[in-house]
């Protein structure tokens, strides 16, 4: 059964790096049917789309935050991994990794979620 | 940006009545759009794809409508556990894009 597990430090200090990670298990990330996504969610507010990556290491990311996220994929560790950099509490959020579908060469929806993990940004 | 507006952001529905909610996009996605229901504590889990395809395990009272830039999802008689937050999100292109959600609320 697949399962995604976000793994991250719960809380990270203004001007700092926020670095989370998501485990695959129960199916291979090496594969060219899936990308592999970030969302984050702020407390009590809707969804954003961050970052999507292949596992090829092709990478996508929302414009309004390129200049400080990096998306990156393990095939070896069947992880995905996601940095942010120069955080302030804006980036307070939940943030979830999830696994989305490839038809036709073209991403698509997000068919599957991890649980999500808390990150507060906070001094 | 292809922004996704939601509407309306609160509907109250009683058990067992049909709730009916919107979605626009500001530009023709064609089908590229996706529900998902996220409930209190929970990540959003995927409803509908492509539209109008109800996802593995969702039920049949579930269903979507809609292209181009107009979309509807209608739950037909409403139980109480699809009393949640409703969003959209288009994948026509990057960057991907979720609406702002409708909260579907006991009345």
């Known amino acids: 059964q697949l399962q995604l597990q976000e793994s991250g430090p719960g809380l990270v200090k203004p001007s700092e790096t926020l670095s989370l990670t998501c485990t695959v298990s129960?199916?291979?990330?090496?594969?060219?049917?899936?990308?592999w996504g970030w969302i984050r969610q702020p407390p009590g507010r809707g969804l954003e789309w961050i970052a999507t990556?292949?596992?090829?290491?092709?990478?996508y990311y929302n414009p309004s935050l390129e200049s400080r996220v990096t998306i990156s994929i393990d095939t070896s560790k069947n992880q995905f991994s996601l940095r942010v950099t120069s955080v302030t509490a804006a980036d307070t959020a939940i943030y979830y990794c999830a696994r989305q579908m490839n038809h036709g060469g073209s991403v698509d929806y997000f068919d599957f979620w991890g649980q999500g993990a808390l990150i507060t940004v906070s001094s | 940006d292809t922004v996704m507006t939601q509407s309306p952001a609160t509907l109250s529905v009683s058990p067992g009545e049909r709730a009916t909610f919107s979605c626009r996009a500001s530009?023709?996605?064609?089908?590229?759009i996706a529900w998902y229901q996220q409930k209190p504590g929970q990540a959003p889990r995927l409803l509908i794809y492509?539209?109008?395809s109800r996802a593995t395990g969702v039920p049949a009272r579930f269903s979507g409508s809609g292209s181009g830039t107009e979309f509807t999802l209608t739950i037909s008689s409403l139980q109480s556990e699809d009393f949640a937050v409703y969003y959209c999100?288009?994948?026509?292109?990057?960057?991907?894009?979720f609406g702002g959600g409708t909260k579907v609320e006991i009345k």
């Open positions: 530009q023709n996605i064609r089908s590229k």
């Open positions: 990556v292949f596992y090829t290491g092709n990478t």
């Open positions: 129960g199916d291979s990330i090496n594969s060219p049917f899936y990308y």
């Open positions: 999100q288009h994948y026509y292109d990057w960057p991907l894009t």
């Open positions: 492509g539209a109008s």
